[in-house]
């Protein structure tokens, strides 16, 4: 009898957490504040073997840190996509990039398309006061995008996606905010034909809230909103918003600064970089509570999902290896670390049942009590 009547009260206690999620994680599902990256690839080739075309995505969250990296492959066309978002005691750090290539030197399969996009976007956060002393109302963070590597004369760059076989011309930065076009013709770049690849493209928004994003009386800081487009062919690029505040950071290589390159074929015809970090706006975070901070930032290579965005007909037996790679680095970080730290602050939903579970507790403890069930074996 004892032991029936634990059983009643626990599942008593179980129906009234479980009634509670339905009912309140749907109204609670909207803020998000984990970090969640996505990303998109997609290569073809007119005639191929099978598999033909191929294409893989990602679409991950995580509360504190997540990557991934993709890639799809035919005989001669090839895209890869990575990205990473991560909180850590100093901050925010998201980045998103991929490369793509076709392989033109044979005549096998003449129509190839190699599209890729990868994105990093979240998250809620909160500053906690470690120093000592009366806590401040607030703590200071800054955004910006970090300083490229642009020493030309290492065989070249590396990223998340990288394989064996990869051509070393077309690696974007590990630090991000580069973009790089892959040596043509012979590999000693002997020309490029008309639209080799669709532009490259970087998009990096960002907003700081005063409090959790969508609650009331908060509001919102613009850290950064900007684009800029990068034109493989002909090394030509456009920034439009915040980008054009920093037109003095970027640095081109090849192009129309100098030419392309002709002397090695480990190097990109073109490079597009940061000579220093774009710094984007500071914000007074509120100490101790937590606030949300969209950092939004995204690179494409055309749009794997319109395949007819990009079509090489007529490359083959041309041009050697033709292909384009690009990744942008987004931070927003504390400028004193000595006297305050971040931690990530979970989904709404997760600390409502919680409470629901500590609630369901009680309600068993209760019912035992009642039910005389205190103390008995069996339970």
Not at 134 to 148: E, G, K, N, R
Not at 180 to 205: C, E, K, L, R
Not at 316 to 331: D, E, K, Y
Request: contains cysteine; aromatic residues 8%.
């Amino acid at each position: 009898m004892n032991s029936t009547c634990q059983r009643r009260a626990v599942l008593r206690a179980t129906l009234f957490i479980g009634a509670a999620a339905l009912v309140i994680s749907p109204l609670l599902g909207g803020a998000a504040h984990a970090v969640t990256i996505t990303g998109s690839t997609y290569a073809s080739e007119t005639g191929g073997p099978t598999p033909n075309p191929t294409s893989a995505s990602y679409n991950l969250t995580n509360l504190t840190s997540v990557s991934d990296s993709i890639r799809s492959s035919v005989t001669n066309a090839y895209a890869e996509s990575y990205a990473s978002a991560m909180v850590t005691q100093s901050g925010v750090t998201k980045t998103a990039g991929g490369l793509g290539w076709t392989n033109t030197a044979t005549t096998l399969y003449n129509a190839r398309s190699d599209l890729w996009n990868a994105s990093a976007t979240g998250t809620t956060i909160e500053a906690n006061y470690t120093g000592n002393g009366t806590v401040p109302s607030v703590a200071p963070f800054q955004f910006s995008l970090p300083a490229s590597i642009l020493e030309t004369a290492d065989p070249y760059y590396s990223n998340g996606g990288a394989a064996s076989g990869d051509p070393p011309s077309m690696m974007p930065p590990v630090s991000g905010g580069m973009v790089a076009q892959g040596v043509n013709g012979d590999g000693i770049g002997q020309g490029s034909p008309t639209n080799p690849q669709p532009p490259v493209i970087v998009s990096v928004v960002a907003t700081a809230y005063n409090g959790i994003e969508g609650s009331s009386h908060v509001t919102g800081t613009s850290l950064f909103d900007g684009s800029y487009e990068f034109d493989p062919t002909t090394g030509d690029y456009t920034l439009t918003g915040s980008f054009q505040n920093a037109a003095n950071q970027f640095l081109l290589n090849g192009g129309a600064s100098g030419g392309t390159n002709t002397t090695n074929p480990l190097m990109p015809e073109y490079t597009l970089g940061f000579n220093g970090s774009i710094l984007g706006a500071t914000f007074d975070a509120p100490v101790n509570t937590p606030f949300s901070v969209d950092i939004e930032t995204s690179v494409m290579m055309g749009d794997p999902s319109d395949p007819t965005d990009f079509d090489s007909t007529g490359l083959s037996g041309q041009f050697g290896q033709i292909g384009a790679g690009g990744s942008v680095t987004a931070q927003f970080l504390l400028t004193d670390t000595s006297d305050f730290s971040v931690s990530a602050v979970p989904e709404p939903s997760s600390l409502w049942l919680a409470a629901f579970a500590a609630a369901g507790l009680i309600l068993v403890c209760r019912r035992r009590r009642l039910l005389g069930c205190a103390g008995q074996t069996g339970y």
